[in-house]
């Protein structure tokens, strides 16, 4: 069970597997490293593969830390492992992670996949993406409330309900059992950097490769954020854009937990550079070339349940 103290105190529990060219994942609310596993098992025969347990969850250390010291800390483990450039793959909350790592570390990261994340995720007036305000209040009150039962309904509630009728779901509902179970204290300060936190000045800034890896019934990520964001960031290299999409049918939050065999080929071909990723594989959009918008999305989605 490797563990590195980093500056700001904390213990964090990572796992490192295989080699070459590094990948760092960076899971999500209320989740650990282990949601990875089939992500860590495909990719380490060829990349150096390297998971964190976020403040809070899995076998990593608690204390109040803020989104920029989270960053801070990931950007440290990478030096002590020796990682001079990263291809980061995140989830949801750990989607804000990556994008503070690059106001901070630029030169640490080749590029994103972004799997059900977005720069905002609580709606305001200029914002009408993501979760109202009181949604996340009410969540929080459910935490004080029934915990951790709360935390295995929430869980459940990011996936839709064909998956749920799934073997694979059945697969994760026993993985799940033996997982370790979140600090309510962690959830709570997450919580509220979910609600306060807007990276949308550094995302609309992106220039390197990014693939967004969404299901088609995401509640929190909501396919409009995307359809909007078409010609907002910059288009890259001819043959190979610097935006692309992939979707997954019937998916929700968690498309690589869901469809670990698709979503892994999707972005080994991102990876390599190969063409567009969703060729054979689902619907998707590209941003077009040469698109000069910088704006970010303004149209309101369609009103979803949360719980």
Not at 87 to 108: D, H, R, T
Not at 156 to 169: K, P
Not at 206 to 217: H, S
Request: charged fraction near 20%; include cysteine; proline fraction near 7%.
């Amino acid at each position: 069970m490797p563990h590195l103290r980093t500056p700001s105190g904390l213990n964090w529990h990572y796992e490192v597997e295989g080699h070459g060219p590094a990948l760092l994942f960076l899971h999500g609310f209320g989740v650990n490293s282990r949601i990875w596993k089939q992500q860590f098992k495909y990719f380490s025969d060829r990349h150096q593969v390297i998971a964190l347990d976020l403040p809070g969850h899995g076998r990593s250390d608690w204390q109040n830390i803020s989104l920029q010291a989270i960053a801070s800390d990931v950007a440290f483990i990478l030096r002590e492992l020796g990682c001079s450039e990263v291809g980061i793959i995140a989830s949801s909350f750990g989607g804000l992670v990556a994008l503070k790592l690059l106001e901070i570390e630029p030169s640490l990261i080749k590029f994103f996949v972004f799997a059900g994340s977005q720069p905002k995720f609580c709606r305001s007036d200029d914002y009408p993406f993501g979760l109202d305000r009181e949604r996340i209040h009410k969540l929080a009150g459910q935490l004080e409330g029934d915990y951790p039962v709360m935390v295995q309904i929430f869980f459940r509630s990011l996936f839709t309900r064909h998956e749920r009728e799934t073997r694979r779901f059945k697969w994760i509902q026993t993985f799940r059992k033996t997982d370790y179970v979140p600090q309510k204290e962690a959830l709570m300060n997450l919580l509220g950097i979910l609600e306060h936190a807007d990276l949308r000045e550094t995302f609309a800034g992106l220039t390197l490769p990014v693939l967004f890896a969404n299901g088609t019934e995401d509640y929190i990520c909501q396919r409009e954020f995307y359809e909007e964001l078409e010609g907002s960031l910059l288009p890259g290299e001819p043959n190979r854009p610097a935006a692309q999409f992939v979707w997954f049918e019937k998916c929700g939050h968690f498309p690589f937990l869901s469809q670990p065999h698709e979503f892994n080929a999707a972005v080994e071909k991102f990876i390599n550079g190969s063409g567009p990723v969703a060729a054979g594989l689902y619907p998707s959009r590209q941003l077009k070339s040469g698109s000069s918008g910088r704006g970010l999305p303004s149209a309101p989605p369609e009103r979803v349940k949360m719980l």
